[in-house]
């Protein structure tokens, strides 16, 4: 099993929807939970990190850990056709390497 | 302030050759992580290093290696190259050790098709 699993999708939806991205993790030791975003031919920038377990909001986005579950979710409200991109999410335990996902490629259609 | 500046952007190689790439940190960071990014594996971590020292090490062959230059800049090299290198491969740069975390900043990459 990988530490961090994640959907690849492709995930497909219409401009204005909310978009739910998750991934769920198995190394207890994770104290950061990340979300980065990567466009085609780009690295991945850090959209945002929540610590622990919790919501966390910017904007449009909302990151949220439930460390019970071990579970990570993204939500994108008002999704734009410039949030297509692939998304990332990783775990890190604050002294070893981040461990990410797969990632999730998603198109935000106009 | 610049970023992390990788190149070459691409490469194209021969089955059985050797590359070397390289990597520029953000100034003032001294850490520099790299990975490798493939469709069926996603990204996997290569090695870490912190003030020229390997700090950490993923799970690849003997083949792939790396370096860091009192500047804090980083090679990668890999040799006897096959076809499953294929990927990109990212570095990211951070203040301190651990791989950076929340404060690692990712470069554009290098594109190495080996053919």
């Known amino acids: 099993q990988k530490e961090v699993e994640q959907d690849p999708g492709p995930l497909s939806v219409p401009e204005g929807a909310i978009v739910s991205l998750n991934c769920t993790y198995s190394?207890?030791?994770?104290?950061?939970f990340m979300w980065y975003r990567q466009y085609s031919r780009k690295g991945p920038e850090l959209l945002m990190y929540?610590?622990?377990?919790g919501n966390k909001e910017d904007g449009r986005f909302t990151a949220q850990v439930d460390k019970s579950s071990k579970y990570i979710s993204l939500f994108i409200r008002d999704s734009q056709p410039s949030d297509s991109a692939t998304y990332l999410c990783?775990?890190?335990?604050?002294?070893?390497?981040?461990?990410f996902g797969k990632g999730t490629r998603l198109s935000v259609i106009a | 302030k610049a970023g992390v500046t990788q190149t070459p952007r691409y490469l194209i190689k021969t089955r059985g050759q050797q590359v070397t790439l390289s990597c520029s940190p953000i100034?003032?960071?001294?850490?520099v992580s790299w990975y490798q990014q493939t469709p069926g594996q996603g990204l996997q971590f290569l090695f870490e290093?912190?003030?020229?020292?390997?700090?950490n090490k993923g799970n690849f062959p003997g083949r792939f290696s790396g370096r860091q230059f009192s500047n804090s800049r980083s090679e990668m090299n890999v040799s006897t190259l096959e076809l499953g290198d294929s990927a990109l491969y990212l570095c990211?740069?951070?203040?301190?050790?651990?791989?950076?975390?929340?404060?690692?900043?990712f470069g554009q990459g290098t594109r190495l098709t080996v053919v």
């Open positions: 990211a740069s951070s203040l301190g050790p651990g791989g950076g975390g929340t404060e690692a900043f």
């Open positions: 190394n207890s030791a994770f104290q950061y």
């Open positions: 929540t610590y622990s377990s």
């Open positions: 990783a775990g890190y335990s604050g002294n070893t390497p981040l461990v």
């Open positions: 100034s003032g960071h001294r850490s």
């Open positions: 290093y912190f003030s020229e020292t390997q700090r």
